[in-house]
């Protein structure tokens, strides 16, 4: 009998694990097709290429105001001490906003930590800075952002066993609000 009880827990495990199994390998093909189907820009590009197993993202960023300047893309660890922190950031780099669309890059997730937390900032006028009353801006899981920075609880996620797929929105201060654009301003 007790033999019985250890397969079936055996079995009971493996039926648990099989829908993250599952999710994952979902997620890999998602990226896969997508990697394939349009133009990956930056200088990570190869990190994300079908079969790639180290993790990164395949990430999209939507919502520009208008096609000038470039994306400045940061990935930090989610924490506290580290997140939106000056020189805690892990990867950093710039591409040139593309001339019609949004823009995918490949973000490559180094560290091995079980968590992170990924920044967009599109610099219209290429200076390197964050203005506010120009620039836009985004986050992992999209929050609906204000003024203030939000939580890392808000915009942590965990780190995909090898290529995942995220899409961040830009979002422009207008008026007092921060919020994204919606059709023609």
């Known amino acids: ?4 009880s250890l397969g079936a827990l055996a079995l009971s495990l493996a039926l648990l694990a099989a829908p ?16 394939s189907a349009v133009k990956v820009q930056g200088p990570h590009a190869a990190s994300c290429a079908p079969g790639a197993t180290k993790p990164a993202l395949l990430l999209t ?7 000038v300047g470039q994306v400045r893309v940061k990935a930090f660890r989610a924490s506290e001490d580290e997140f939106l922190k000056s020189r805690k950031d892990l990867i950093r780099f710039d591409v040139p906003v593309p001339e019609q669309g949004d823009l995918t890059v ?18 219209r006028d290429m ?21 203030g920075k ?7 996620f965990q780190a995909p066993a090898a290529v995942g797929v995220m899409e961040i929105v830009l979002n422009y201060v207008s008026g007092l609000s921060v919020r994204p654009i919606r059709g023609t301003e």
């Open 1 to 4: 009998m007790k033999k019985r």
């Open 20 to 35: 993250a199994t599952f999710a994952q390998a979902k997620v890999e093909q998602e990226a896969a097709s997508l990697s």
């Open 61 to 67: 960023v939507t919502g520009f105001k208008d096609q």
């Open 106 to 123: 490949c973000l490559p997730l180094p560290g091995g930590h079980p968590a992170y937390a990924v920044t967009v900032l599109h610099d």
């Open 127 to 147: 200076d390197g800075k964050t203005d506010l009353w120009s620039d836009g801006f985004g986050v992992s899981n999209n929050p609906r952002l204000r003024l």
């Open 150 to 156: 939000p939580s890392v609880r808000q915009v942590a």
